[in-house]
């Protein structure tokens, strides 16, 4: 300890020296020594430190002063509180020094103690205190008229505080806005606006009244009608506490806007601008106030957009544009009075510009009337002659085109018809904009060959956006953009920057545009190209190679047979190609380009190649080799091996099946699966170049890449293996031992479904083909099988999955079908095996399934004696058996319609205990056969499902609904109006029934009934007002699954429904009993499922129709399920996280009755006696409220509300809730993770 203290005061001897540079190298030593986290000082050399330091700032020597102030960073969080309020008061004192030099370095030093002052609970004390002393100290500064310089340093440092640390001030922001406000009033302009700057600090965090005081201020003030000066003043601070204070400000804006709009009629530039600015932040901060003022503010926008007095836009004389300038500048000569820097009148056409981008990105719900009023507003302001305004329209416009793109992407399939052939019908935002393409491109195209660079990126930007918005949309005039897109690549002076920008666009150009469109002109566009690829910078070289990969395409495109000869180009294209293929010492971006673009070249032009093929591919071999390029190479000899030009690979193919063996062995899963990619692809199409025994050592890699663990990697193995039992069935005499226990495996785990399984249906069906003599249909059987006949306790212990059943079921049948002959013996065993008492019940679980999947292909006719088993397998004592009859049954109908549905209806008639099972065969039926053949049949099944719709038994209503809905969809048009009658005439159960069977029509992909389910979901919405609370939890669940799976349906009706939803979120107390259990209570809920749903309902609403709700209403809601029951609240808890992501402002806005029902569950303990369900449920719900906190808290301007401030610091304070804050930040990246997407199943 003495050490340290002997140190320093060595040091402080040293910065007492006449020396300056010993001064100078002393105060550096002990700002080292001071950042250094182990030094400790005692008091007395807290106490000399500080007051040399705070002398050294009057140090004559700048560079000692400096880095004297550098030192009081570190040394805030050294000493102790009297040390830093004593630097605090010399600073203060300094500031309103005579000496300018001292007051400038004084207040960097305030500067530098207020950065350092500690945020945490523990050293909140001291900064409050230190806060309070300076704010004191600049409000007595601030009052100072006399000398501006002092004011202006007073009222920076007084930002920098109240950005910083305004939470610690409360106390002094009334006397701060009464200090602030006369400086408004300031002659000094400086002084005006760094005033504006404080307040916009002081306004998030200051109390609602306090922000009020300020507002009816400005207001007053304004409406007095200061001079021009002042009323500049008023409107921009406006503007910046709209901005800083956000949705505050809408309460008052009934009154500001009137006020607003006149000052825009002052013929002053700059107030105007801030008028509009003004707009800007109200439309950004408070879209919901501002929606009866919209169209007074576009108005006003497209007025002034193109306000611009001193200049005549003379569109007639474009071709003496030339000339034009030249008199210009002779009359500018001449005239004396005016010059263009006098012109502000472009500051007031940017700032409407920008409004109205704000107008365009805040209201998509306005869009379709933006293209018919703003639209041809900026497609008019292109011609601007003011390059940074002409920046902003380009801007604007772009907005415009990117929300037409969210909006048709919002524009959910409804579609006239599921046929392929059937249009989908457009987006009307796109239909409209269609219609402006030719008047955007007329526009843009002269733009492209401007001097102006930044005017041409814009134009770029522009046209991409539009590519993108609408592909294909420039087919016509492409003609008319090329010469732009040439220029830009061939002009001198054009920076490598605007090159990038001009490939890019012809990139996307190529890639949203039909071939056709460009081979016309592939003279004019080849040779800039082609000079682009010898550009000596990287990025140029690697586009321009991307370029030219496209226009190999154009070229010949594939399955298209072209009138145009690609013959006069493939020479030069060719060679440029080649020389940046050969290159070893290029940028490895480029490297990988150019064997892809080279590719591109051998697959589509292989055949004007000729000699030239076998040198590319050895280079391919190489860079196989090589680590950096093996991935596209792999990738590029894919695409060549699929060539329909039959590309000879036969030079390199034996070491590159070797190669490409040796990569099945490293980690990396592209590689990997690239690589299976390109063997599946050499194998399928060259398969006489291969010898099998240069297939030997992907053979050997095989086996341990099928397995559960990666599905995809297995199911690209077994589709290779697929091809090679194709190619060649000798080499598959090898395989049984390795491969196939693995494909056994595969086939009997519980994840298998999907492609995979599909996969393994091939290759099992091309073994049997393949007629090798150890992979007969017989034993491939007898492996399938195997695991089900041991008895289930076998040695083993292992569990036969049920979903493997269905798996090893549909490989049967896949096998019998490729081996018909051995079909009858098959199925006959399978009969015996279930009439057998003595088989286990999985074997006989299994040969039920067997039976029913061979029936689904037809193989068993109307076979009576199954019939028989079937039956007698429903009266069995085991649940699996019945189940497995149940399945097997409505798959061997959908095999055999005629024969089985009749029988099928008529035991659901006459067995009304086996009625469930037998209603699960119907739904398979309905399910999976197509309309064309259920058709015949659809009166006679419907007739019997509305027989059965009462039933008291819910499970069997809900089969009997689904079947009913499955039903619908054969016949929409007839069936979806009696579904609709039957609402009026059944009982509360009937229309549940109902209501339910329309949830199963609403499909997560376009169908026919969409268009007739649109017209006529309002009226099964109405059971939502039913007087049956099971009914109205049912039209719930139904409304959950439209917002769900089709949210179009229902975006139309939001206004009619959400009422009735938000009703059911409300507790009602006529809906609670008590029930007696022994000596206790019990409360028993009976709206409680009700409410669940409609919160269920209200989430799925956030993902899918966000623009239809008003956010704050919605939030009223989600505040009340934050005080209900257990399960409301971890759904509320999610939404809002969720609501957090999607309109943080809206949030904002009500955060202040959003902390505490949060702050409760977060701080709430389970009582000491309770049991462990309790603890554990508690502890979920502290969990789940604390992920929504870190999305809170994850919002920079949360800190700014008191009571979020506090409660983030009771969380850090306590170590349990910060230990539970860590879990969460650490596990779930900030709370809006894995946890927060719910399950909508």
Known sequence: MSSVSYHISNLLEKMTSTDKDFRFMATNDLMLELQKDSIKLDEDSERRVVTMLLKLLEDKNGEVQNLAVKCLAPLVSKVKEPQVETMVDVLCSNMTSDKEQLRDISSMGLKTVIAELPLTSSGLTLTGSVCKKITSQLIGAMGKQDDVSVQLEALDILSDMLGRLSGALVSFHSSLLSSLLPQLTSPRMAVRKRSILALGHLVPCCSPALFSQLTEHLMKELAKGPPTSMTRTYIQCLATISRQGGYRVGEHLEKLIPMVVKFTGVEDDELREYCFQAFEAFIRRCPKEMSPHIATVTQLCLKFMTFDPNYNYDDSEEEDEDSMDIDDELEEESDDEYSDDDDMSWKVRRSSIKCLEALISTRLDLLLSFYSSICPALLARFKEREENVRADVFTAFSTLLRQTRVASS???????????????????????????????????????????????????????????????????????LIPGIVFSLTDKSTPSTMRIDALSFFNVLLLSHPPQ??????????????????????????????????????????????????????????????????????????????????????????????????????????????????????????????????????????????????FLRKNQRVLKLGTLACLTALVTHHAASIKPAALEPVLSELPTLVDESDMHVSQVSITLLTGMAKAYPSSLAKISSSVLPGVFRLIHSPLLQGSTLEAILEFLQALVLSKTSNLSYSQLLKSLMEPFHRSQSSADGSIVHRQSYHSVARCVAALSSASPKETPGTVAGFIQQVKNPGSPESARVLALLCLGEVGRKGSLGGSKEVQGVILEAFSSTSEEVKTAASCALGSMAVGCLSDYLPFLLKEISAQPRRQYLLLHSLKEVISACPASSLSPHVESVWALLFQNCECQEEGTRNLVAECLGKLTLVNPAALLPRLKQQLKTGSPLARSTVVTAIKFTIVDHPAPIDSLLKDCIGDFLKTLQDD?????????????????????????????????LYKE?????????????????????????????????????????????????????????????????????????????????????????????????????????????????????????????????AVPEVERSPSMAEFANQIKSSTDMASIYQSIQGGEGGGIGATERMDMS
């Open 1028 to 1060: 049956d609370i099971n009914v109205r939890r049912i039209a719930l669940v139904m409304f959950n699954s439209a917002a769900h799976n089709k949210p179009s349906l229902i975006r139309g009706l939001l206004g009619r429904v959400l009422p009735h």
């Open 517 to 662: 469109a460009f081979q016309p002109h592939m003279q004019v566009l080849l040779p800039p190209v082609v000079a682009c690829i010898e550009d000596t910078f990287y990025k140029i070289t690697s586009e321009a190679l991307l370029v030219i990969q496209h226009l190999v395409k154009v070229m010949r495109p594939q399955g298209q047979a072209g009138g145009f000869d690609p013959k006069p180009f493939v020479k030069e294209v060719f060679s440029v190609t080649m020389k940046r293929l050969k290159a070893t010492d290029i940028d490895q971006e480029v490297k990988e380009r150019a064997i892809s673009c080279m590719g591109h070249m051998v697959c589509h032009l292989g055949d004007h190649l000729r000699a030239e093929v076998q040198g590319v591919l050895a280079i391919f071999l190489e860079r196989l080799k090589n680590e950096i390029t093996r991935l596209t190479a792999v990738r590029t000899i894919t695409l060549i091996a699929a060539s329909p030009l039959k590309i000879d690979l036969s030079p390199i193919l034996p070491e590159a099946l070797s190669v490409l063996g040796s």
């Open 410 to 480: 919002r524009h959910s399939l409804i579609v006239s018809g599921s046929d392929p052939g059937v249009r989908r019908e457009e987006e009307p935002a796109v239909a409209l904009l269609k219609k402006q393409v030719p008047a955007t491109v007329k526009a843009l195209h002269r733009q492209l060959k401007e001097k102006s660079i930044k005017s041409r990126q814009g134009c770029f930007c522009l046209l991409t956006e539009l590519a993108h918005t609408v592909p294909g949309a420039l087919e016509e005039h492409i003609p008319a």
């Open 1065 to 1193: 979120t409300q507790i009602r107390k006529d809906l609670i009993r008590e029930v007696e259990m022994g000596p206790f209570k019990h409360t028993v809920d009976d709206g409680l499922d009700v409410r669940k749903a409609a919160f269920e309902c209200m989430y799925s609403l956030l993902d899918s129709c966000l623009e239809g709700l008003d956010i704050l209403q919605f939030l009223d809601h989600v505040e009340e399920g934050l005080k209900d029951h257990y399960d409301i609240r971890m759904l509320t808890f999610l939404m809002l996280a969720r609501l957090v992501s999607l309109c943080p402002a809206a949030v904002l806005q009500r955060l202040d009755r959003l902390v505490e029902p949060l702050k409760a569950t977060v701080t709430t303990k389970v009582k000491a006696g309770s049991v462990k369900q309790e603890f554990e449920k508690q502890e979920e719900l502290r969990r789940s409220a604390m992920r929504a906190v870190a999305a809170l808290l």
